[in-house]
C-alpha cells in the first residue's frame, strides 16, 4: 500500500508571493491533518479535514487555508508569504480520524520564504 | 491545559549504550492516547507505539520499550543497546478529546546522537 505523498519536496518562494502544497493520503484513508514543524515552534497542528470539510483548526492567522477533495487529497494554502513561513509542511493521514488512530506522516515540503 | 513536555532537547551516547527518552504529560481528559515517533534526518515522522490511558502494561519490541506510568504521569522510551541507526529526533505526543474533536499535540523533541 503506498504511503502519504507530499508535493512538491522542497520550495522556494519570495516574500507576499502565495503557495500550495498536496498531499495525496494513504488510499482509504479519509482524514488528512497538516502540521507546521520549524525549529523555534516544533510540530504545529494547522488544521484537519475529513471527508471535504474542515473538522479541526489550530491557531494560525487566515492566510493559512485548505481543502479537501472528494478523492481525500489535501491542499494547504498560504498567501502573503512571510519569511516565517519558512518551515516543513508536514501532511498526516488517518482512516478517518479521531483520538484512537495513528497518524501516518508523509516526507514533507520544505518551504523557505526569501 | 494539555501540554506534552520533553525535558531532554539532545541525548549523545555511545553505541551500545541504553538510553532513555522522558516524556510527561498533562491532560485532563480520562481517555487520551499516547504516541511516539521517530523522525530521521529524512524529515518523515515514523511511528512507534501508540497506547491507550487505560493500558499501563508496559511494552517491548525488539530494542524498544515503553514504560507508562498514569500516577506521574510519564511514557518513557527506552533503546536496549542503541546503535547509530538510531540517531534521529524522537517525538512524543498526545490525542484527546471528544465529540469528533480531538487535539493532538506534540512535544518539542529530543535529538539522540549515537556515537560508533
Known amino acids: 500500500k503506498a504511503g502519504v505523498t507530499q508535493t512538491p519536496r522542497y520550495l522556494i518562494k519570495t516574500r507576499g508571493q502565495q503557495v500550495t502544497l498536496s498531499c495525496s493520503p494513504i488510499?482509504?484513508?479519509?482524514?488528512v491533518s497538516w502540521y507546521q514543524q520549524t525549529p523555534g515552534q516544533g510540530l504545529q497542528f494547522l488544521f484537519e479535514?475529513?471527508?471535504?470539510?474542515?473538522?479541526n483548526k489550530g491557531n494560525f492567522p487566515g492566510r493559512f487555508s485548505g481543502r479537501q477533495f472528494s478523492n481525500s487529497r489535501s491542499e494547504m494554502n498560504v498567501s502573503t508569504l512571510e519569511l516565517g513561513d519558512s518551515a516543513l509542511y508536514l501532511c498526516a493521514s488517518q482512516l478517518a480520524g479521531g483520538i484512537v488512530e495513528t497518524q501516518y506522516f508523509g516526507p514533507g515540503t520544505r518551504l523557505l520564504v526569501l | 491545559a494539555q501540554k506534552v513536555t520533553q525535558a531532554q532537547t539532545e541525548i549523545s551516547v555511545v553505541e551500545k549504550e541504553d538510553v532513555t527518552l522522558d516524556c510527561v504529560y498533562e491532560t485532563r481528559d480520562t481517555t487520551y492516547y499516547l504516541f511516539w515517533y521517530k523522525q530521521p534526518p529524512s524529515g518523515e515522522l515514523v511511528f512507534l507505539i501508540r497506547?491507550?490511558?487505560?493500558?499501563?502494561q508496559n511494552e517491548i519490541s525488539g530494542r524498544y520499550s515503553w514504560n507508562f506510568q498514569k500516577s506521574t504521569s510519564s511514557f518513557n522510551f527506552t533503546i536496549t543497546a542503541s546503535q547509530v541507526v538510531d540517531s534521529a529526533v524522537y517525538f512524543c505526543?498526545?490525542?484527546?478529546?471528544?465529540?469528533?474533536?480531538?487535539?493532538?499535540?506534540f512535544g518539542t523533541g529530543t535529538r539522540l546522537k549515537v556515537l560508533a
Open positions: 479535514y475529513f471527508s471535504e470539510t474542515q473538522r
Open positions: 488510499s482509504g484513508h479519509r482524514s
Open positions: 497506547r491507550n490511558s487505560f493500558d499501563e
Open positions: 505526543a498526545l490525542s484527546e478529546g471528544t465529540s469528533g474533536t480531538y487535539k493532538y499535540i
